[in-house]
């Protein structure tokens, strides 16, 4: 009889959960707070509070900044409220008059066509001849600096500004001037000291503006929008589109979408000060303002029927988790999506609202690296990555709670994080015959606390798999005992329990050849 013969479960890193799990032999098929870094799984780093206030409620912007002292600053916009966090104190610099916004979407009616009907959006969301479109989005706010001051502005709202020198005892205040009434989104060019507004109207804007303008004050003078010979301010209308969503740095310039194109802004100077050049048009815009990314210049967001990204070309991108997200997108409420980053592990993180939840706020989030995709549940309505204030990223939950996270060594604020991860099916042969596995040698960079490994093993692949009692696996276990006889397997981790990590290599088990009938 022939011995038993270690052979290396060498699976590929990221999650695929696109087909069978036969289909996606030798792949990570499901997981929860689980990353691929390196080529291996790890545990996401834990969280804890950040300061002990909390916000008002979900925020939907955020931003941190420095004065030229050095003091450090964070900003948050709610559906109700600005916040101001200085040290470890919050102050509400609301400005006075502000009309209360919405903390959720509120749907109309079904629209036929879906979101139109030439180009892009033909079918709808995944095909559907019809989707649900909100009249009144939530609030998101868009937060800048201008200088060492806050520049804040919530969608379809005016200008506001906290200055440094007022302090945080004082409120925030609508820019006056020629400051147009109401923006869409803006940003700061801090090099050529310009403040642009997209979706610009009222105010000083020449011919009144709409969801369709680009406006920009006069060079450091952000209260002159009205051009004359005798300043720099200026506008142009974009051409392709309602509305602009939102704009993002690029390699290219600053892209700027809109509903149904995407254009090129950049700084030229006098006497145009800026050229606006179209680059694509009938793409997959983004859910929501928030949902676009930029790494390295390059710009990612979650579209209505797509992962969708901009490199000087728009493209769809290859999403290995697609089905997840849109198969269980809350999309009523998807302009909440929220985009991040983590630097350190070269991440790109999208939290969204997912229907399994029922809640209608940001509950999970898919996440993409060199290493493929991952995704897990937490409900986080904003995101900031490590920054001037913490070596962390920052983010905040629904309720308001302020939290730093990645942190090594702890778990969720005090509470267990729960993690999970588990195979497609490896085959252990051929596939042409039985094997016989005898035990499982496991293999950790890290391990701290426990967490449970289980077997299913099956005959073919139509079958029911045969679930084996779970094993634990603690820090110097050196083998887990198997003895099945099958095609293949398929492996599960998890855990839910406190003062748990790890960090895993490549298992290992013993097998022998044991026939073709059974």
Known sequence: ????????????PGIVAADSAYAMKGRYVDGNNVRFYRGFPERIGGWSRLVQDKLDGPARGAH????????KYMAWGTANKLWLLKDTTLYDITPLGMPAGNVDAMPNTLVAGGWGTGGWGTGGWGGANEVLRSTVPPRQWILGNWGQD??????????????VAGGPGTRAAQIGGQAPA????????????????LGATGGGIAGGGDPMTVAWCDRENITVWTPTVTNTAGDKRLEIG???????????GQLILTDAAAYIMRFIGPPYIWSITKAAEGHDPPVGQNAVISRDGIAYWIGYNAMTMFDGTIKQMDCDVRNVLYDNLDKVQAAKVYGGHIKRFGELVWLYPDLRDGTKENSRYIAFNQDGWSLGTMARTSWIDENLLTNN??????DGTIYQ??????????????????TGEIELGDGGQFMRTRKLIPDYQRIRGSHTVTILDRRYPQEGADVRTPVTMTPGLGRLSVRSRDRSIRMRWESNTLDNDFRMGVYRATVRGDGARG
Request: hydrophobic share 45%.
């Open 1 to 12: 009889m022939a011995d038993y013969t270690p052979i290396a479960l060498k699976l590929a």
């Open 405 to 422: 996270h990645e942190i090594q060594g702890v778990d969720a604020d005090g509470a267990a994080l729960p993690w999970l991860l588990e």
């Open 182 to 197: 109401v923006v869409s989104d803006f940003f700061v060019s801090e090099t050529n000291r310009y403040l642009v507004a």
């Open 393 to 398: 990223p920052v983010a905040t939950a629904p």
């Open 150 to 163: 806050l520049v804040a502005a919530y969608r379809g709202g005016p200008l506001y500004m906290w200055t």
């Open 242 to 252: 309602t509305e602009i969503i939102t704009s993002i740095d690029s390699r290219s």
């Open 64 to 71: 941190v900044w420095s004065d030229l002292t050095g003091q």
